[in-house]
């Protein structure tokens, strides 16, 4: 389905098709990007395609109370070598994650547009920032939206090994404490998987963000 710029209308998500793409088209405008997220769907494509929005099944998740340290985190975490912040350098952040160069990806699929989007979601106090800080300087970190007891993750990003694990694992547990019951990881990757994400059907997700969100 392609969307029209002045409607907001997203298809039911059960219409995706394998892969999980829904529709095609539409604007980054913030009122579309929370409708989306409301809806179980996230933008993702390439810099030269056009918008593409996604609702997989199944979905990739983690509840919080399964997050995994390994024996090396915690050993890392004792070393106490990284600092832990939020919301100091969104806008960083954003940045960091799209100039990261990942398997399988020819370019960044966090275009201009996309890191222009969600900076005026920041700045409005829905998109927040989690970051790793090593003798002052920024060397990992992620970006995701907040709505409600969810938080729908973005991207990642580490200049330094383990940098982006340990902004994660301090974030969850932070999220925690705010009583946020789901953490939204979209697609399934083995970082995530080895901190205790894991995939669960679409309907379940769709249940968990109308009771969270």
């Not at 090593?134 to 992620?142: D, E, H």
């Amino acid at each position: 389905m392609y969307l029209i710029t002045n409607d907001l209308t997203f298809p039911p998500i059960e219409l995706a098709d394998e892969e999980g793409l829904l529709a095609i088209g539409g604007d980054l405008s913030p009122e579309r990007l929370l409708l989306a997220y409301k809806s179980c769907i996230f933008p993702w494509f390439n810099e030269e395609d056009p918008i593409c929005w996604w609702s997989p099944d199944p979905r990739f998740v983690l509840f919080p109370s399964e997050l995994k340290i390994s024996k090396s985190m915690l050993q890392l975490f004792r070393k106490n070598q990284f600092e832990f912040r939020t919301n100091n350098c969104f806008e960083e952040v954003i940045t960091n994650c799209s100039n990261m160069v990942r398997e399988g990806q020819d370019g960044t699929w966090i275009t201009e547009e996309m890191k222009d989007a969600y900076i005026q979601l920041h700045k409005t106090g829905i998109a927040h920032s989690a970051e790793a800080w090593f003798n002052g300087k920024l060397v990992g970190g992620l970006y995701g939206i907040r709505m409600g007891k969810v938080f729908f993750g973005e991207s990642m990003f580490s200049t330094q090994s383990n940098a982006s694990k340990f902004a994660f694992i301090n974030y969850v547990k932070l999220l925690q404490k705010e009583n946020v019951q789901l953490i939204d990881c979209q697609l399934h990757t083995n970082h995530l998987e080895s901190l205790g994400a894991r995939m669960i059907t679409r309907a379940s997700f769709k249940k968990y963000v109308e009771e969270y969100s």
